[in-house]
Structure formats: C-alpha cells, structure tokens
C-alpha cells in the first residue's frame, strides 16, 4: 500500500528464477543478449538483427515507480502509460484544481509538472559479476550466505557507479542464482508531466472491464525526463508511427517485467495456494471494501482516495488471477509435469543432488515465518516513512557492506528522493490503511500471539491508528528532511508518535528478517543456483530467465483469440466507446469525447492485442514494429494472462495496448497538444 | 445476506449426502435409529440405551432461524446460544433502547418479547418415504426426474400434516438420495426472548476470537414457546444441571447440523475448491470492508450494521476454513484415497456403474450455470422481500405439485411468517448490500454479459440499488401483508419498484433453475443414490448421513488438544475474562462483569471444548452428560474444525461450549433472574 519501497517486508530480495523447459511459440521475457533470432526468423521469416536491437534499447525506459516507457522525442520526451503517471498527477491535483479528473496539456516546457518519487533509467551497461558474487559465498549457508552475498553485491555497486547524482548501479541475480549481473543505468531524477488525458478516457470501464478485451483506455502519457533544469537530449529514440496495427503482423514489446515465478517448485506453488494468495485476496478484498465505503462519504474522499483504490483494484485483481490459474489442475498439471521432466534428466547428476528437497526444506520453515514476517510492517503512507527513516537512520551508520540492501550507497540517492518528495498526505487514508493492516494483522497472528501484542499493545487497531496518524507530523516534507539529516541521533530523540512506533517494531521486524535469511532465503539461494544448473544441463542455455525488473524484449503477433466458440477480434475503435457509454461510472463518457464527438474519427484504432509475454511492471511499454516505430504502449494482460506469472499460453494470453493512433488523434483533436504534434513529428 | 430463506438461490434443495467410508473414533452426526451404540459402548465402557436416547430426543428443539436448541423446563422454556438470538434481540432494539447492547431479562412472563421470523420445532414422528419418492421418479432424468420427485414430496407432506397450524412435514433426503425420510414436527410459531446476556458478554473477543480457544464468551440465551398466547408445556425436558465438565467424560451433543459434504467426489471438491470458495472469500471481504467502514460512520450505524456484521464474519470464517482445508494436500489426500478405495471397491457392479463420470459431467455443466444463477439474485432485505412476494404470488396460483419447494401447501406457513413479522429494515444498509451484490455480479458476469444487462440495465449497481431501496415501500409489514394477501394480480398491479424489479428478473430465475436442474441437480439425484448403494456395498449400512438441518446426535469427550507443541487446556474460566480484557473492543470487559466482579466466582468453568463432531446449525445444541442432564450449550467449533465439512479430525476438531455452570453464575450474580432460577431448579 506504500509507495515507499518496502525494505524488510520483501520476501526475498532476490527473486528466485530460472531458465525454463521446452517452450511455446512467443513464449519469453528475453534478455537482449539472449534473444531467439533463429527461433523468430524460423516462425517469421525475419528477425531483428543486432544493430535493431541496439537501437531498442537505447530508446528503453525504466520508471522507478515499477513501469516501462520509451523516448519517443529527441528532447527527452517519454511515452508510457496513464496509470504509470496517475500519482503524478494525483499528487499534482487538488480539491479546486483537479487535474486528474480534467486531464493535463502543458502545452510548453514551463508548464511541465515535477513528478515526486518518480526517477528514469537507461540501462547503459550490462556485466556479468558471477564469480564475485558467488566466490563471496562459497561455502556460506542460512544467514551468513544471504550476509556475504549482499555485502558483496554492495561493494560491486559501490564500485560501479561513483558518481551517483548520474548513474545507478544495481545486481540482480538471473535464473535463481545462476547468474549475476551489474546493471548499469544513467539515470534522470526529474521527471516532469507533459500530458495526460482525463482519467476517465484511461479508465473508462475501470474496475469491470480492467484485465479484460474489449478496451476503449487511452492509457497513454507523456513525461520528459530533465537534468539541471533543461529537458535532456536523446538522439536515438523511438520513432512516432501513429498508425493502425495489422492484424497478424509481427510485434516487440520492450519493458521491465517486474517478476515472474515460472520455475517455482511444487512446494513453491504449493506456498503460494495455500498461504500467500488466499491471505492476499481476503485481506486486500476487505481494505478495498473499506476504501469503496469511504470514498463514497463525499466527494472529497472519492478524490482523495481514487488513486489508492486504482493500484489496490489492480494488484487484486492480478491475486484473484493467480489464485485461479493455480486451483486450475489442467494447468497445475503442466508445471507438475515440467518439474517431473526436470528431476528425471537431473537423476543421478551429483552436482545437482536434490535442491528440490532443499526447497522443500526452506518453504516449510517460510510457513512458520511467514505471517509474522507479513503482518508486523503495516500499512499506511505515515508509517512507511517512519520506517524508512528509522532504518536508513540505523543503516547508514554501519559500513556500506553491512547495510539492509534498500539502504546501501548505491540504492541510498533513489530512496531518499522517495522519502524527501513533497507529495500530498491525507490523514483519513493513512489511518484507514494503517487500521486494517493492523486490524488484519491481529486476525491472521492471533489475539494472544506476541507479535500482534507488540504491534498493538492494549490498544485496537483503529484506535492506534488514529492516535498514531493525528500525532505524527511526517506529512511535512520538511520534518521528514530533518530527520534524515539528523540521522540515528535525531530519530532516537524525535517525539513523533510514529517515529517511535517504527522504533519500537524494528528489532523484531530486523529478527524476522534473520531468521527468514537463515531458513528461507540463504538455503533458495543455494538451491536455485543447483536448478538453474539442472536447467541449463537438460534444455541448454538458449532460455530467458524469470522476470526481474530488468529489461526485456518479447516478441510476438497482433492476433484475437477464441473464448467459449466465440472470436474476440484484435482491436477495437474510439467509435465504440461511444457504443459502450451508459451514462454512469464509469462506463460515463470522457467529457472530452462527449465535446468532441463530431470531430472525432472513429474508425481509428483504439486499442489492440498482441501476443507478446509480459506481466506486471511491463505497463508502459513501446509496442515496436518490425521497422522499429512505436505502434502502441502496453497497459495490460488480458485476464488469462493473470496466470502468466506461472507459465506462458499462446492461445488465450494477450498483451493489451492503446494505439499510437489513437493517442495521435487524441492530440490533435480530443485533448489538443499541437506542439508535442510537432514533437513528435519530428525526424 | 438475507434472514428470508433463498429459494432459486440455493445449488440445490436436496443435499447430496452419502454414508461414510471407515470412521474415525468420535466421527459422527448420528441419526437417533442409528445411533452406534455398541461402538460407544466399546470405546467408552457405557452407551445410553433407546430410553435414554428418546428422552433426549423429545427435548431437542430445531429453530427455525438455522439454530439447535432444547427445552430446559416444565414451561416451555428453551435453551440456545446468544448468536442465535441475536436478531431477535436486535429487532427489539432502538436507537433509545438498545436491548443488544444492554442484554435483556424479562423477569416475568408479560414482558417476554416476541421474535420475528422465529419457530421452534420438535421431532415427533420419522417415516421412511424412498420408495415413494424414489417410485415417483424413475425412469426419468435431468429436470423431469426432479419435477416429478418435488411433486412427489409435495404431494407427501401435504398428506403428511393436514393441520399447518400446529405442524410441519418436510421430506429429506438422506445418503444423497439414496434414502427420504418425512420428518413429522409440532411446531410453535410463537417463541419470545426470556434472557439475553450484554452482547458484548456473548461476543468478547468478537470476530479475532471467532473459531478460537480459548474463549470467554456467555453465548448463551433463554427462549419460551407460547401458543394461544400461554407457554407450552413440556414435560420431556432435559435436566439443568449447573455443573463443572470433567475431563475425559463422555458428552452428547444433539441438534441439527447443517450440512456437510464429507463425501463429495473429486470433482465436486474442485469446484468447490476453484469456484463457489474463492468467490465467496473474495466477495464477502469486500462487504465485510464495506459494513465496517459505513459502521463507523456513527453510532447509529454501528448499532444498525451489527447483526449483519457478525453473521457476515461468521460465514466468512467458515469459508476460509473451507478454503484452508481444501488447500491442504494431507487434507485432501486423505479424501482422495478416500474416494480411490470405494471405486476400487465397486469396480465391476454393473448396478453402480460410473456415478463418478455422471457426477464429473453434472459439475462441468453446473460450472456455466453457477455464476449466472448465483449473482442473477440480488442481496439485501427489501429485495428478498420482493422476489419472495412475486415466487409466492406466481406459485401459489399452481397446483400444489408443481410448485418450487419453498411455496408448496407444507413450506407456506414458515415463509408467509419470514415475509410478514414486523421487524425494522435500515435503509443504508438495505443500499449498501445491495449495490455490493450488484457490482459483484458485474465483476464476476462481465460487463457485457446479457445477465449483467438484465439486472443493470443503463443503471450503475449504486444508482440502481439507491433508486429501488428509496422507491420501495416494502419495510412497512402492512404493504408486505396486502401484497401476500392480495396475490398475482396485486403484486403485478404494484408500483413498487423492488417489486417491478423481482417480476423482471423472476423469468431469468425461473430459466436458470431449470437449467440447473436439467444439468445438475436432476443427474446428481441418479449419480447420488448410485453413489449411496456403492457405500452401502463397501461398508455395510451401520454409518450416518451428511447433515440435512434435521436431527442428529453425536457423541465425544471433555478433551483439549495439542498445537504448535503445546497443550491447549480443556476449559476457560470466569476469572480468566478478566486477565483477557484490554479495554479496547472487542476486549472491553462487559459492563455487569467489571460492576459486580467482586461478586464473581471466578473459578467458575466458562467455556469448554469437546470432541463431538458438529457444524454449523449444531449452535446452541445441548452438551447432554451420561446422566442426560445439559452441562453446556455448543456455540462454535475451534478453527480446525472448519475442515469438518469435508471431513472430521478427531485430534484436533473440537466443539465449544459455555458451561451450564457459567449461565448459573450469570443468572444468579451477573444479569440476576432469580424466576429463572427456579424454575430451572424446579423437578
């Protein structure tokens, strides 16, 4: 619920991932030194050459929000999606001047709105530091391995950008721990709003129609990214082709997919059915109960609130998409049977042993771990800015090698903006989340477990969150200022209610995290590595590893796809929102395109399928022609590809995205931008 | 939601149930001419004899709210639990005069406060009908074979209870058709509050203390049933013995548990597991969000949403139990295994054949039908009242035979008493729970699903449910009575707009019914009954059926249980509610325990828990000695045994009661009631 990075709250901090069995066509999240050519010029009888992908990639953007986005100007400008700039804009907007609701044009540079905690990335250099981090570690288990490995990471980050106002470095470990790599990124710290269209033209249909097809969303804005107060240059974007797709032609989708968990073990998806997915669902189904109810206490709060239950209505439903492709046996069956081809080729392989058993290991002592671990960082905006204040307080007190990952010198720059940004706080919505994050907690720990005594002492949760929230001033950037300057010294002595709250917590939340370490995450990295070999020995290392927030290419088609006898055609037109309007939320028709509707060409392409394999964290992305134009920007999956977390299926997962048609005709006609026309036309 | 009994909502009318593969020690709902008694007698050294068993039985009583219950004394006077009459207290309630909140004692018969809904009832005579019911029906399928077996048991209770003033006959089925019983009962449709504890002092602890133990909660009530305004008299009651449990001693519960599904095949646990759970999770959290954000809105509301809330937690916490359980792969080996040993078992009867096949392909059909036919019935009061006054009107202008189950000649008297007892309907909560329901159903239907339409038209659910709720007249009794009294032609002449919208959706209803029947309900019938024989075949016939809501005694000990290595004690004490209280709801201490502590004996055994096997319906059954006197009154089971609709775990299922002992402390320090006193000491 925070926007704050959560730091001790993330299950593991590197993602388990492998590379994977025999594939389906257009199956994979590649890395770009790893992309299939021969695989896609053998089903298409072309393929990008290395020069094309070279150009992609400069042109790629990452937002540190957890969206993609493309330079698609020469002067910085960004294209992603609205729901990627939906807290800028909300964070921009007030009760009389609603920019949300109204839509934004900034019209010239001046204009252009600072969006807080909002960072862009290029990747500039990728190497591979293996050995390093796993020399670290060799002979290392439970705590110390995670201890060693993390120190180590720390030291290649260090190292690897010394000049941080202007570069980020970061490893992340690919195929569960079967590689390394040291992403090098430059990076742009201002990012500023240039348009936006009315929410409702992106969510038109919300809630009801989100991860469905057909969509009429123009998910689509523009950023651009400055440096010293001037927009940047970027010579090697992606060109502007606002045209319509053709039904059958090849398509590249270029993005950060956050994570994908397709080489998990049984015990693994047997966590996440039985434990983790069902917590979610009833928990994040309730606070969205809650939320609906506030909102609708005044217009306000129906203000105040929207963005909060956007993100929330999209993380549930993304739940409820997993919790049904993993109670689907059909489905379970395939990766049951993967798994068994997998132990079968690896039988008798004495380097590999048993990393399956190993896992089962670790997953049985992360049950006992894992509602404490969950439910003693709650929730709220006040709250998470506590927390990360007490523990980069803590953190940056100790050497650069013993800190929390979240807090080393390499990862420090992005979380103190994230802390320091002015950005709007509302009282009644901090407390409403910290109260049923605490209320929950209670629930799942029980009234007579220690940890829900500690969170809540003999207080309920409503009433701790309410004192907690009316007392703290952390709402004020400049308090928040002060007490990361002031450092551990500061925080210890500091009255805020809430600062002393995340005081209190912090030994215990430090204690989980060890013994997680110890018994979870320590042991996986060891296991993983000894799968991603297995992996490698059986299918070889033409593969992709699981999704981690880096960079990838996925190709793919424009193409519908057949459900219960029937076709869903490939795309839909801006004439059939006007088909689709009922008059009431939030099928009512933009305002916009109510004005406007004489005008308004509604044969254009409005948005359209593909099917390329993306998840989460892809939103925003280009959709790339074979000529390398920009066609479309990635906002969703379709509600099959809900369980593209787990495994990949060409013949019902789609890729959802607005034309670059569309939002042309947006400019120039609905929501009229005619210098950014220009822009954009520009060679 | 509704207190109305849902009549097309419910999956099906008959419950599939079936004897039992081996049992475990204590496993059991007992049918009384089926009692185990040389089992007992060999694990326990004793068991009552058929004397003992009738005498018990002639005190139980059934009410008709989905509760158990027993005479307690010579004048009608009746046992339950608080939670059961709860919404009796609440109906009686003002904003002025909150009865739930302060608890209630009549002291003298004159001021004994009527229950709206309520009827208790009292077994008198059971025959066996199958051959009737089963002679009805064959030779046919699908929706003939159950339009033919309702007109048949139609047709039997009719004949059964000539006089519906003083009786009621109801056929059941038993072993999932493989048996029918007509249950014969004098029924007293005229049941008032005698005593009723604070409600705090029922629920302390509230929703985090549901399903646990320990608990400290006098769930406990005193009912009357009067006819011709004078109590009853009863000579057959069970004997008030205030008394300490002892551990270890052999304990009888008697009631009418609800339903189960312990036999359910693999394909009725998937859909179970991947559809009817998760929905139900999902959806009732949100409501559940919903209702406690509007209740803190003002006391008022909190005051109003009550009942509602904490029969909505109750539900919800059988669901995630439901949902647990079915996640467990040890749980649902054991059902699996369960399932293998009877087709091995079977294999080669030509008789049995494949029901396994039928009932595959009776869930693979009832999966399209279940989300229509679920949500195409909308929630709240006003709404029931409206679709119960339209199948009434419509139904009772056909012949007995061919009428849904809930208007036959034998239901009408209970649901004409449901629609018309004056009782008080809370506007906003009407409105919230209906638009919940109908934003539900577009969620789940799909915008564009001809469903979604038809119960939405142009409207959105919060505009639609504000309209029909604020338009609607059906809160007055005297509206609801003219409308009853006056038939098809009033309810069609009416303008009532929740009475037009119950006539608009009734076909869609009617339709989805008969799909259901012809697909479902009428081939699991066939699959059931074959199923049955298999288990007759396999395991002889010395076994006892799936709960049905009719009579059953089960059998068990005074016994903690082992958990997380350590021992959870067998009993609560008085004293111990005042370690437990924070201050804080739902811990506060209710106000006559913190008044008279000093009075209190603490020592006083509070709650206990047993190993008889219950479930829901079982709340408020008498806990019944070797001697046959009442020592308790079943008010929950402990969190584990919410798998006990699948299946029953003897170390670690068990039931909770509140000692008689407690109630008399009550009763003679706390909520003092000297009358009842005596006359519960009375011979």
């Not at 252009?112 to 020399?135: N, R």
Request: hydrophobic fraction near 40%; proline fraction near 5%.
């Amino acid at each position: 619920m925070s926007r704050i990075v959560p730091v001790l709250g993330c299950a593991s901090l590197i993602a388990l991932a492998a590379a994977t069995a025999p594939l389906r066509a257009e199956e994979g999240m590649w890395t770009f030194d790893g992309f299939p050519t021969d695989r896609v010029r053998a089903e298409y009888g072309w393929a990008p050459d290395k020069a094309w992908l070279g150009r992609v990639q400069a042109a790629a953007v990452r937002l540190t929000g957890g969206c993609s986005a493309s330079f698609v100007s020469g002067q910085g400008l960004i294209l992603t999606n609205h729901h990627c700039v939906a807290s800028c804009v909300f964070d921009n907007s007030t009760g009389e001047n609603d920019l949300l609701n109204k839509g934004f044009i900034a019209g010239q540079r001046e204009n252009e709105l600072k969006c807080p905690g909002q960072q862009a990335e290029v990747v500039t250099k990728i190497s591979d530091v293996t050995d390093a981090v796993k020399g670290a570690y060799a002979g290392l288990e439970g705590e110390a391995l995670t201890k060693a490995r993390d120190a180590k990471i720390a030291e290649i980050e260090k190292a690897g950008c010394t000049d941080t106002r202007m570069t980020r470095c970061q490893v992340v470990s690919l195929f569960g721990g079967g590689q390394y790599k040291l992403y090098t990124y430059r990076k742009y710290s201002d990012v500023r709003l240039v348009w936006a269209p009315e929410d409702r033209a992106a969510t038109f249909g919300g809630d009801p129609d989100n991860f469905n097809f057909p969509r009429y969303s123009m998910d689509a804005s523009f950023l651009r990214a400055y440096e010293n107060g001037k927009p940047i240059k970027t010579p090697q974007h992606l060109k502007w082709n606002p045209r319509a797709p053709k039904e059958g032609e090849i398509t590249f989708v270029v993005g950060n997919p956050g994570s994908t968990s397709r080489l998990w073990t049984g015990s693994q998806l047997a966590f996440e059915r039985e434990l983790r997915v069902p917590t979610t669902v009833a928990t994040f189904s309730e606070l969205r109960g809650r939320l609906i109810r506030a909102m609708e206490e005044s217009p306000e709060k129906a203000r105040e609130g929207l963005d909060t239950l956007n993100g929330l209505e999209n993380s549930l439903k993304v739940y409820l998409g997993r919790m049904k492709a993993l109670g689907d046996p059909a489905f379970t069956a395939k990766l049951a049977s993967a798994e068994a081809d997998l132990k079968a080729k690896s039988a008798g392989n004495a380097a590999i042993g048993d990393p399956w058993a190993e896992i089962d290991k670790a997953m049985t002592a992360y049950r006992g771990l894992y509602l404490p671990y969950r439910f003693t960082q709650p929730g709220g905006d006040l709250y998470s800015y506590a927390e990360a204040l007490v523990l980069a307080a803590q953190e940056r007190a100790k050497p650069n090698a013993e800190r929390l990952p979240g807090f080393t010198d390499s990862a420090l720059p992005l979380t103190e903006k994230q802390i320091l940004d002015q950005r709007p706080i509302y009282p009644w919505l901090d407390e409403l989340t910290m109260s049923w994050s605490l209320s929950k907690a209670r629930e799942y720990l029980g009234v007579d477990d220690p940890d829900s005594k500690l969170l809540l002492g003999k207080e309920s949760p409503e009433a701790l969150a309410k004192r907690l929230v009316a007392g703290s001033k952390l709402a004020d950037p400049a308090v928040r200022k002060a007490l990361w300057d002031g450092g551990l010294a500061a925080v210890e002595a500091s009255d805020d209610p809430m600062i002393q709250y995340a005081l209190k917590l912090s030994d215990r939340q430090r204690a989980l995290k060890k013994a997680v370490d110890a018994a979870y995450a320590g042991p996986l990295a060891l296991a993983g590595a000894k799968l991603a070999d297995a992996r490698f020995a059986a299918y070889g290392d033409a593969n992709y590893p699981d999704a981690t927030f880096t960079l990838r290419i996925s190709y793919g088609q424009v193409k519908g796809w057949e459900e219960r006898g029937r076709t869903v055609p490939f795309q839909t037109t801006l004439g059939g929102t006007f088909d689709r309007a009922t008059g009431a939320e939030p099928f009512d028709l933009p305002s916009k395109f109510a004005v406007n509707e004489a005008k308004i060409d509604k044969a254009v392409t409005y948005d359209f399928v593909t099917t390329n394999d993306i998840i989460g964290g892809n939103s925003g992305s280009p959709v790339i022609d074979r000529a390398g134009g920009v066609i479309g920007a990635a906002f969703d999956g379709n509600i099959h590809s809900l369980g593209g977390n787990y495994g990949y299926d060409g013949t019902l997962n789609r890729t959802v995205a607005v034309s670059t048609a569309a939002v042309q005709e947006a400019l120039e006609t609905i929501y009229p931008a005619p210098a950014l026309v220009k822009e954009l036309a520009a060679k």
